[in-house]
T-cell receptor, first 114, second 112 residues
């Protein structure tokens, strides 16, 4: 199997604070990890592609200074939402690509910004 | 712009019914089409399709891809309440920016 974990599963923070979300591939190494955002009743929208040891590639419209991505090892990528605002409240899901080319998804992080 | 369109957006059936979920796509560089099941949390992988006309089957679920007409269907036979979920279709592109482009999903509700 392929297991991907995320931490925390749920976070509530005040407007203006920063929040860090971790994504780990537990039983395989992932050169590439992806970060998605999902609003209620909407589909997953790719935010950025995270490659181990290099800068992340952001999708159009995603602010790289606001959503900081670090992929320091083959099993860990982090997403930091800086100066969070209520409109950043969403469900954030990461995925890790196995060598088969399949993406395995983490359980997601529900972010609520008050 | 790459896009994936799923229909219907929602579907309510009774246990034992058979359902067909549709997915059409328009992408620049197609590599594969994937189906996921999403219950309360993260999507779980169902099928990956790369070739036209070859049906993939797993228990009561099956799927097929038509690369000429740019669509795929996901069939579920003898539905059970545990099949209630959002079913997501995604297309993987290839080339300089490999990524998954998701449809909005079909919310399936199976009533007892």
């Amino acid at each position: 199997g392929a297991v991907v974990s995320q931490h925390p599963s749920r976070v509530i923070c005040k407007s203006g604070t920063s929040v860090k979300i971790e994504c780990r591939s537990l039983d395989f190494q992932a050169t590439t990890m992806f970060w998605y955002r999902q609003f209620p009743k909407q589909s997953l929208m790719l935010m950025a592609t995270s490659n181990e040891g290099s800068k992340a590639t952001y999708e159009q419209g995603v602010e790289k200074d606001k959503f900081l991505i670090n992929h320091a090892s083959l099993t860990l990528s982090t997403l930091t939402v800086t100066s969070a605002h209520p409109e950043d409240s969403s469900f954030y899901i990461c995925s890790a690509e196995k060598d088969s080319g399949l993406e395995y998804f983490g359980p997601g992080t529900r972010l609520t910004v008050l | 712009e790459d896009k994936v369109v799923q229909s219907p957006l929602s579907l309510v059936v009774h246990e034992g019914d058979t359902v067909t979920l549709n997915c059409s796509y328009e992408v620049t560089n197609f590599r594969s089409l994937l189906w996921y099941k999403q219950e309360k949390k993260a999507p779980t992988f169902l099928f990956m399709l790369t070739s036209s006309g070859i049906e993939k089957k797993s228990g009561r679920l099956s799927s097929i891809l038509d690369k000429k007409e740019l669509f795929s269907i996901l069939n579920i036979t003898a539905t059970q309440t545990g099949d209630s979920a959002v079913y997501l279709c995604a297309v993987r592109t290839q080339g300089g920016s490999e990524k998954l482009v998701f449809g909005k999903g079909t919310k399936l509700t199976v009533n007892p």
